[in-house]
Nanobody, 117 residues
Framework: QVQPVESGGGLVQPGGSLTLSCTASRSIFSFTVMGWYRQAPGKERELVARITSGGSANYVDSVKGRFTIGSDNAKNAVYLQMNSLKPEDTAVYYC???????????WGQGTQVTVSS
C-alpha cells in the first residue's frame, strides 16, 4: 500500500519558517511526481509546489522565492521548506505522490500550518 505521511506543521509567527516532511512507504524512485497542495478554509485546494523524479520543480506564484521543495532519496522523503511565512499561507498542507506502477496520485492525511501572531 502506498500512503504518504506528512509531518512538521504547526503554529508560526509571520515571517517565520517551517519545514514540512512527507515520507513514503516505498523508495522515492517509485514516484514520478511528488508535490504539496494546500487548502485554506472556504477555498479550493491549490498546488503549491511540485518536483519530478528528474528534479524539475515548479511553484505557484504566491510562494516563489519563499518556499523550496526537495527530496531525500535515502529517507524516501520529500520536503517543503517554507520561509517568510505570511498569514495567507495558513492552510492544511497535503503531500501527494504519483506512483509509477499505476499512475495514481496518493495523498497524505494533511498537516495544519497556521501563520499568526
Amino acid at each position: 500500500q502506498v500512503q504518504p505521511v506528512e509531518s512538521g506543521g504547526g503554529l508560526v509567527q509571520p515571517g517565520g519558517s517551517l519545514t514540512l516532511s512527507c515520507t513514503a512507504s516505498r523508495s522515492i524512485f517509485s514516484f514520478t511526481v511528488m508535490g504539496w497542495y494546500r487548502q485554506a478554509p472556504g477555498k479550493e485546494r491549490e498546488l503549491v509546489a511540485r518536483i519530478t523524479s528528474g528534479g524539475s520543480a515548479n511553484y505557484v506564484d504566491s510562494v516563489k522565492g519563499r518556499f523550496t521543495i526537495g527530496s531525500d532519496n535515502a529517507k524516501n522523503a520529500v520536503y517543503l521548506q517554507m520561509n517568510s511565512l505570511k498569514p495567507e499561507d495558513t492552510a492544511v498542507y497535503y503531500c501527494t505522490m504519483r506512483y509509477v506502477e499505476d499512475g495514481l496520485d496518493y495523498w497524505g492525511q494533511g498537516t495544519q500550518v497556521t501563520v499568526s501572531s
